[in-house]
């Protein structure tokens, strides 16, 4: 696809539930970003990927977080045991390459909503 | 106190008006991004300063790196401006493109 693309859009996920979010960034971008955006606020910075590589996972708020890109393209976060201070939308951002002002673009996000 | 604080976090506009929206940082930082997010929609981004001025349409976005303030205006506001305004940073010395965003500034532009 042309864009950034993430999958589910929505999920309601129990407390306790393990959730899966996926991210297909654009073809050929190097650089990948997981962003968590609670309800009225800014995105905040979770974990970042240079290819298949996790260089800063510095912003994964608990071990319950674990996110990979295996092959270098497609990136899954996983959330296991989910809590209800989880429910936020996830954001996913790549750039084409690693460089300090390459331009980001993002996908539409996933909506989680813990219950 | 937030690294990067928007003013204002809420702005209604009629139609034609021009908008200012304004971005303070307390940080160093190497690059200041300008983004959009409508409702339910992903995030755009509108433009990338590290110094001056650029201009896209209608849009137009400032920074003063030594004031760490940066302006976004609107020209002839349209309806279809509404949406968040976010301003993110990149701080100097990063290693990456992890940027420190803004709560936003929710513009409702009315007919």
């Known amino acids: 696809g042309a864009g950034v693309s993430q999958s589910p859009r929505y999920k309601v996920a129990k407390r306790g539930q393990d959730v899966a979010l996926r991210c297909d960034p654009i073809?050929?971008?190097?650089?990948l970003f997981w962003y968590q955006q609670a309800l009225g606020q800014g995105p905040e910075f979770l974990t970042y990927f240079q290819n298949e590589a996790q260089l800063d996972k510095s912003g994964l708020p608990s071990d319950r977080f674990f996110a990979e890109r295996p092959e270098g393209s497609v990136s899954t976060l996983k959330i296991q045991r989910t809590q209800q201070e989880d429910s936020a939308v996830y954001l996913c951002?790549?750039?084409?390459?690693?460089?300090?002002?390459?331009?980001?673009?993002f996908g539409s996000g996933t909506q989680l909503s813990v219950l | 106190k937030n690294e990067v604080e928007q003013s204002p976090q809420n702005l209604t506009a009629q139609e034609g008006e021009f908008i200012t929206i304004n971005c303070s940082y307390s940080v160093g930082i190497s690059a200041l991004h300008w983004l959009q997010q409508h409702p339910g929609g992903g995030i755009v981004s509108l433009f990338m300063l590290s110094s001056g001025k650029k201009k896209h349409g209608r849009l137009i976005a400032t920074i003063n790196i030594q004031e760490k303030h940066s302006s976004l205006h609107i020209t002839a506001s349209h309806p279809r401006d509404s949406a968040v305004y976010i301003c993110a940073v990149r701080l100097v010395g990063g290693a990456t493109n992890k940027l420190i965003f803004g709560t936003g500034t929710l513009l409702a532009v009315q007919p």
């Open positions: 951002a790549s750039s084409i390459q690693q460089g300090i002002n390459e331009k980001l673009f």
């Open positions: 073809s050929g971008h190097v650089s």
